[in-house]
């Protein structure tokens, strides 16, 4: 399969980069990993008339810690963020979703940044940002502004990014004391996309939920944050009666579809099933086990 | 629309005026004629044309040609490129690690990878690393053994020196 013709663009500079999806606008595309956009162009679900290859621009490689935040920058690829020892010290729901990514061969190369921008509702990334209410800044050669990653995802592969924006920088605070995460994924095999999976993030103050965060991935248009559980574990001790609540609302926030993957009720079931199980794992990670 | 590049193949340089849209795989296959990198879904999935990009395993379908412009790429032709076959071709001969050998290029290239950063691999490790490529012959044990095998007759021949560069160069 070839991909239909586009002509090839490999800045060297981020500036050069804006500059060219300026003069592009709709006809422009931007490439990170390619794990996602070549296989689309090789179908030719997609055909854009430029790509704009920002692999050459080696300082958008970063993924580092700096003034109370946690950086991501473009093209930091699903294999750094699974070999990275700060999110596997730090941030737990991160670390455990990097590894459960497409397979090792395909995260040698594709990009988280690439993978938000993509936004397949079935996309890992996109949920655990809901988790961690990360901010997400776009980037223009008219400047530049930041969105919430809720305000962020508008539908199945859709997004508030504009054509002439890269995905610059993802902000996630950094991690506090007391704070725990974790991520669970049903596929059927390597490389499947999710049946379901959940992301949970919880900031624990003196025994009880300062903030949660839970994203729900693969049961419904985009990725959701399941904020109706997010509120009722606010405030509260994590016994059981309580962890059980917030699943049950997370399993009501689903609106999964019926696929060869599972039933309706099935992907329901599995929500909540994972939502108590993520709940309890970062819990226990808070309180510095696991 | 042709675009110049240079890629080293193997070790060797090689310029060629290519199609933007053109894939790394056909450009190998194609226009340098290295048909040891297979097709074989088409579609990210198998690892049939997995070859090494800088030395990591890329599913080569799946990167366009353009994009290796100056880069180095390893196909499956540089293991046994000595006349003598890689210590991991050899274990994958002796342990039975393939039977229609489609998948065995991906196979060995994911492997070589796994062995150079780990040279003394689990075969939970092994599973893991080898987990983007797909086999439907062997059910994957003899793989298993295959890489085991590889990496410990890696380790015993580092001792000797004129050995171990053989197994360095690729």
């Known amino acids: 399969m070839l991909p239909a013709p586009f002509e090839y663009h490999a800045p060297r500079t981020t500036e050069e980069t804006l500059e060219l999806l300026d003069q592009l606008g709709d006809e422009g595309k931007v490439l990170a990993g390619g794990q996602s956009l070549i296989p689309l162009l090789k179908l030719r679900f997609a055909s854009p008339a430029h790509l704009v290859d920002i692999n050459k621009i080696k300082d958008l490689d970063f993924l580092e810690e700096r003034d109370g935040t946690l950086r991501i920058g473009p093209l930091v690829r699903h294999k750094a963020a699974e070999r990275s020892s700060l ?129 729900l991935t693969a049961v419904g248009p985009q990725n959701l944050k399941a904020e109706r559980a997010e509120a009722a574990l606010r405030g509260a001790r994590l016994d059981d009666a309580t962890i059980k609540q917030a699943a049950a609302l997370a399993a009501e926030a689903a609106e999964p579809k019926e696929d060869h993957r599972g039933s309706v009720e099935y992907k329901r079931n599995v929500v909540r099933v994972f939502t108590e199980r993520g709940l309890k794992r970062a819990y226990e990670r808070a309180r510095g086990g696991g | ?78 293991l046994a490129a000595s006349g003598t076959l890689h210590p991991v071709q050899a274990a994958f001969k002796q342990e039975h690690g393939l039977q229609c050998g489609f998948c065995t290029p991906g196979m060995m290239l994911t492997s070589v990878a796994l062995l150079q950063e780990k040279p003394d691999p689990t075969d939970d490790e092994i599973r893991w690393a080898l987990s983007g490529n797909i086999c439907r012959c062997t059910g994957y044990m003899n793989i298993v053994k295959a890489v085991k095998s590889a990496a410990a007759q890696m380790k015993a021949s580092a001792a000797v020196p004129e050995a171990a560069t053989a197994s360095a160069r690729s």
């Not at chain 1, 459960?100 to 890992?124: C, E, F, K, L, Y």
């Not at chain 1, 995802?153 to 991690?175: K, Y």
């Not at chain 1, 995460?181 to 949970?200: I, M, S």
């Open chain 1, 87 to 215: 999110l596997a010290s730090r941030y737990h729901v991160m670390a455990d979703a990097a590894p459960q990514i497409a397979d090792p061969i395909i995260r040698n190369r594709g990009t988280i940044a690439g993978s938000v921008v993509h936004a397949d509702p079935s996309g890992d990334w996109g949920t655990v940002l809901l988790a961690l209410d990360a901010d997400l800044v776009l980037r223009s050669k008219s400047g530049s502004r930041t969105v919430k990653a809720r305000d962020f995802f508008s539908g199945p592969f859709s997004t508030t990014i504009q054509p002439t924006e890269i995905l610059s920088e993802i902000r996630i605070p950094a991690a506090k004391p007391q704070s725990g995460g974790a991520y669970l994924k049903l596929e059927r095999k390597v490389g499947d996309f999710a049946t379901v999976a959940v992301a949970v993030h919880l900031q624990m103050d003196d025994g009880k939920v300062r903030s949660a965060g839970i994203g």
């Open chain 2, 1 to 78: 629309m042709g675009q110049s590049i240079t890629v080293t193949v193997n070790g060797e340089k090689k310029t060629a005026e290519v199609e933007a849209r053109l894939l790394l795989v056909h450009f190998l296959r194609e226009k340098l004629r290295l048909t040891g990198t297979h097709i074989g879904c088409d579609t990210t999935h198998c690892g049939a044309c997995t070859v090494l990009v800088d030395g990591t395993p890329v599913k080569s379908c799946t990167m366009l040609a353009v994009q290796a412009d100056g880069q180095q790429v390893t196909t499956v032709e540089a």
